[in-house]
């Protein structure tokens, strides 16, 4: 069990009391009854619903003639005669509403009885909830059959109720597919619904089985291919399908299925062990609990004992892991402590017998909850359930270890570190491909660990889940699962204990809390139940709280890969072992995200005293910069942040120091020449002079320094940079509106490569993101809507329609910079697949080709009269616009969690850039003012002058510092603790900018005006940026939204 029940979805969530089993049907003694489902020739099980899952109608039409005097057989004549187009018929193919059925049924059954027949009380004693109810006999059967790993389906005859619903009286999770005629439009024995169900089900004919009572339907599968069963009698029936599956579908064990292949022991052996310990020989029933993914786990019915078997799985092991002794040892000493832990029977050290090592256990049973959210119980229950798991876990941290005879159990002292080098060893050792977060995780935690620590015994994996707890009382009777118990930091086990708090309700592995209402449910919070824990401990809050939960989630992330790698090579002992890689990833970056939070705690916590080690230092002309400087220290580290290019690492001053020779060189050169270009009749046409700097900026490595180190760990893609380090580089560029482009490092194309490098599936990245990577095309995002008000993205009215293996696009949208660019192949468009979806899940993108046929550009769009050749602002209709399903972007209803993530780092690389256009305006002024002259004196001489140079100094100068600190941010503590930040600098930079650019254009008069000087495109551009970025008003409700939660 231990670590890996946490990892097993299952297929009941909700608490149940586990009883004493019921005794498998009597087979010869000495024997293991059943064989392994492997050998199981099907794959599916489908159920016809009424006389297989619900009583017979023709049973309670037999009985209801009787009770209401009618003729006998009348019903059941009118069900099955009269072709295809009786009324039964039709009903069930959701052709005739209720109303009308009843009408038309009542005539067909009065003529056949030849007397009036009230048809309305059949139908209403049909749907009553006596008829309603499951059979428990198949119930059951559908646990065992879903729990070997097959699929179940439901194939219904069944009509619509007067209120519009369909009868369907059943609890829809326990079946794959379900398949209604009345939705259907076509029903049994018509041979097109079979092939429906088959085809949804996703199995041949000959690899399903099919239940019905009635022969028509069963001859109608049966000429398919179908195995059928005829049920006459329910009993004998589940005995046949018994026989056609090989295992059994009676006396259920809950979380069992039959022993997996690769988990098979060897039972003669076994059984010589069992009479050995036991006593007289007896029948002995094997099967493998479906979790226990780390140490396989086994239910054992021995003569009258019910046992549970926990063994080392097979093949090579990591150092350590899968210390079954270890568990032997610790369960028989806590229970003479006083710990209520499951009684021990043997440890058996020879691996001769089954394999590996092994012991012996009770079966104990009371009450497991596999939903957090204790579905079923009163509020008052439900937190007198935390408050028990929350006392026995401080019973357990309250052992005294040397009279337990465990002082020896583990180390003393140092756990954290030590638990932080083992999981990033073991996480090496299972390595299969980089998860950024964990080498993110991988470099933080040595720096964070907590300077001190308590100990005391740990259990390592302490969940309710792993709990039983008493039939009737909030009163924990077992704890289980003990395989990572050690003497170490109890603060692990309670921040391991919170897990499911940050979980989602639907998480696939585990359901959680996180979208829970956890005072209507009245569920302490995570902070109430630590604080409960402190209480009961007698200690004081603990402040570094992040850094535990970072360190679990990390713990689990590893412990996934661990297993993920052991499901290559078929060692992992769960059927869904496999699909932990990706849970992997997500516990990860969950990790990371409260490293994040802990990061920033320790951010805003005042500084130590002493001299500080960051440099400051500010610059004024892009050209000649910089000009001063108050550094007197070495440059800062990265986890500093850096104000200036002087405290930046000296191979990043190096760039700064080569970008900043290109621009003179260059850029700045050419900037007249391209601006001219910009109003000529070609200029929908790139210049080639733009071609020429961009092959220099390439060869200089002046190129792609946009991708940070976050999403380009490898540093595969860009050149590395932190958001910090290319603030300063994106500044610089700024100054131009040419620069960003030269060094392929312009929107829309950062956005969309960005998205691409995070998203993109590998076909895509070489089809589309290699290309732009290298500068070869352009490409475009299509969002924005004429219609609807788009900065509310879930607005956006543009359709995406799946047809077969394509999807076909339609809609309008406007303001596509760069999609009039003749080098733009690429746009990806975001669209509506699935408006009934929850809000943000109805999104999804798909990469475009800019030549695919309905693609229309309708116009241009200019910005104050500049239409911004050659890339442009495009108005395009997509109309009926085909694309290929491999064009989808992550999944679809991915597409708002794609656009957050596009808005990672290109968040604030306009707002970098505004500083430069900002300090390029400010170099424009001064220059200026220094060589003209009016009313007799220069106009650097002028007091009004001086005022607005001073004021445009000291608002870049406030704006710098807070687009340094939001992009420092984003490093250090992630870009969701940034948020505030982040909306704050999309607000001030484009005002900033814009006062300071207005100043220098009054300074320059008219010529300010013209297109001798970039000061009206600058203006223009800063002024597009208060919406292009999002309005100010969404930014401004963001920022006090936040400010009011302080």
């Known amino acids: 069990m231990c670590v890996g029940r946490f990892f097993q979805a299952f297929c009941n969530h909700h608490a149940k009391r586990l009883r004493i089993l019921q005794r498998f049907s009597n087979r010869s003694p000495h024997s293991v009854l059943w064989r392994n489902s492997a050998t199981c020739p099907y794959k599916a099980v489908i159920f016809d619903m009424g006389g297989v899952l619900l009583p017979s109608p023709y049973k309670l039409a037999a009985d209801w003639e009787v009770r209401n005097r009618v003729p006998p057989g009348t019903i059941k004549q009118a069900l099955i005669s009269g072709g295809e187009n009786r009324p039964w018929m039709r009903y069930m193919r959701g052709e005739l509403r209720p109303a009308e059925f009843l009408h038309e049924f009542e005539q067909q059954c009065s003529e056949i009885a030849n007397a009036s027949v009230p048809v309305d009380s059949f139908l209403s004693e049909l749907t009553s909830v006596q008829m309603s109810e499951q059979l428990p006999v198949v119930t059951e059967a559908i646990k065992y059959i879903r729990a070997e790993g097959l699929k179940t389906a439901v194939l219904s005859n ?113 059984q010589k062990y069992l009479e050995s310990i036991f006593g007289a020989p007896g029948p002995l029933v094997l099967r493998q609990f479906s979790h226990g993914q780390s140490n396989p786990t086994y239910y054992l019915r021995f003569g009258d004992h019910q046992l549970v078997l926990r063994k080392k799985p097979p093949g090579p092991l990591l150092p350590s892991a899968h210390a079954v002794e270890r568990e032997y040892r610790v369960l028989k000493a806590l229970a003479e402590a006083g710990i209520p832990v499951p009684k021990v029977f043997a440890l058996c050290e020879d691996s001769s017998v089954i394999g590996t090592p092994f012991y012996l256990m009770d079966y104990c049973t009371g009450r497991i909850f596999k939903d957090p959210c204790l579905p079923g119980l009163e509020p008052s229950q439900r937190r007198a359930i935390y408050t028990a798991m929350n006392r026995v876990l401080c019973k357990i941290h309250s052992v005294d270890v040397r009279v337990a005879g465990l002082e020896d159990y583990g180390k003393h002292g140092n756990y954290i570190q030590r638990q932080v080098q083992t999981w990033s060893k073991q996480y090496r050792a299972t390595e299969t491909h980089t998860i950024p977060a964990m080498e993110r995780l991988l470099a933080w935690f040595p720096s964070h660990l907590p300077a001190s620590e308590g100990l005391s015994l740990v259990h390592g994996d302490f969940r309710l889940d792993n709990l039983i707890f008493h039939p009737e009382k909030p009163e924990v009777v077992s704890v289980l699962d003990w395989e990572l118990s050690t003497l170490g930091n109890p603060l692990s086990d309670v921040a391991y204990n919170c897990l499911v708090y940050y979980l989602p309700s639907h998480f696939s592995i585990l359901k959680g809390l996180s979208d829970c209402d956890l005072n209507q449910l009245a569920i302490p919070t995570a902070e109430a139940y630590f604080q409960m824990y402190c209480n009961h401990m007698g200690i004081p809050p603990v402040e570094n709280w992040n850094f535990y939960m970072a360190f679990s989630f990390f713990r689990v992330a590893a412990i996934l890969q661990g297993v993920y790698k052991r499901s290559l090579t078929g060692q992992a002992s769960s059927a869904t072992a496999e699909n932990s890689g990706k849970q992997a990833e997500f516990m990860a970056d969950l990790a990371w995200d409260f490293a994040t939070k802990e990061g920033f705690r320790v951010f805003k916590e005042p500084p130590a005293p002493g001299p500080t080690s960051r440099a400051f230092s500010t610059w004024a002309d892009p050209r000649l910069f910089p000009k001063r400087s108050y550094s007197t220290l070495a440059p800062a580290s990265k986890s500093h942040l850096v104000v200036s290019p002087d405290g930046l690492p000296a191979c990043v001053q190096e760039l700064h120091h080569k970008l900043k020779k290109f621009m003179n060189t260059h850029i700045y050169p050419a900037e007249q020449l391209l601006r001219d270009h910009q109003a000529s009749p070609n ?33 595969k893609y860009g050149a590395g940079l932190t958001n910090l380090e290319f603030a300063h580089l994106c500044e610089l560029m700024g100054t131009s509106l040419h620069a960003p482009e030269v060094f392929n490092c312009s929107a829309p194309d950062t956005g969309n490569m960005e998205v691409l490098v995070r998203y993109g599936t590998k076909p895509q990245k070489e089809r589309w993101l290699q290309p732009l990577l290298d500068g070869k095309i352009r490409s475009c995002f299509a969002m924005t809507e004429p219609q609807v008000a788009s900065s509310d993205a879930t607005n956006i009215e543009a359709s995406i329609v799946k047809e077969k293996d394509t999807y076909v696009l339609n809609g309008r949208k406007w303001w596509i910079s760069g999609s009039l660019d003749p080098r733009c192949q690429l746009c990806i468009f ?130 710098r510092l807070l687009v340094l600190k939001a992009a420092h941010l984003m490093d250090t503590v992630g870009n969701k603790e940034a948020a505030l930040e982040i909306a704050m600098i999309k607000v001030v930079a484009p005002r900033m900018a814009l006062r300071v650019i207005d100043r220098a254009i009054q300074a320059f008069g008219a010529a300010g005006l013209s297109n001798d000087q970039p000061l009206a495109q600058f203006f223009a551009w800063a002024r597009a940026l208060r919406l292009a970025d999002g309005p100010d008003e969404v930014h401004r409700a963001a920022i006090a939204k936040l400010e009011l939660k302080h």
């Open 683 to 715: 200029r929908w046409t790139p210049h080639p002079l733009i071609e020429e700097l961009k092959e220099k900026a390439k060869s200089e490595g002046l190129w792609n320094l946009f991708l940070p180190l976050e999403s380009d760990p490898d540093v």
């Open 158 to 270: 069944n009509f619509y109720l007067h209120n519009g619903d369909s009868f369907l009286p059943l609890d829809r999770k326990q079946f794959d597919v379900i398949i209604e005629s009345c939705r259907e439009g076509v029903c049994k024995p018509d041979p097109r619904i079979y092939r429906v169900c088959l085809e949804r089900l996703g199995v041949q004919a000959h690899e399903s089985i099919f239940l019905d009572d009635i022969g028509q339907n069963l001859k109608a599968a049966a000429h398919l291919g179908i195995k059928t069963l005829k049920v006459d009698d329910l009993e004998s029936a589940i005995q046949q399908l018994e026989t056609h599956l090989g295992f059994v579908l009676r006396s259920f064990v809950p979380y069992t299925c039959s022993v997996r292949p690769t988990m098979e022991i060897p039972t003669e052996p076994l």
């Open 830 to 959: 975001m669209g509506k697949t699935d408006p009934t979806a929850q809000r943000h899940k109805q999104q999804s993108m798909l990469l475009v080709p800019m030549d695919t046929p309905g693609i229309t550009v309708i116009r241009p769009l200019s910005v104050y009269g500049l239409d911004d050749a050659p890339a442009g602002h495009g108005e395009i209709a997509f109309d009926n616009v085909c694309v290929p399903q491999e064009n989808l972007l992550l999944g679809p209803g991915r597409g708002f969690e794609i656009a957050q993530g596009r808005l990672g780092p290109g968040r604030i690389h306009h707002c970098m850039r505004l500083i430069g256009f900002a300090e390029g305006a400010l170099a424009l002024m001064k220059e200026r003012v220094a060589s003209r002259v009016a009313f007799g004196k220069p106009l650097a001489e002028q007091g009004t002058i001086r005022a607005d140079i001073a004021e445009s100094r000291v608002e870049i100068e406030q704006a």
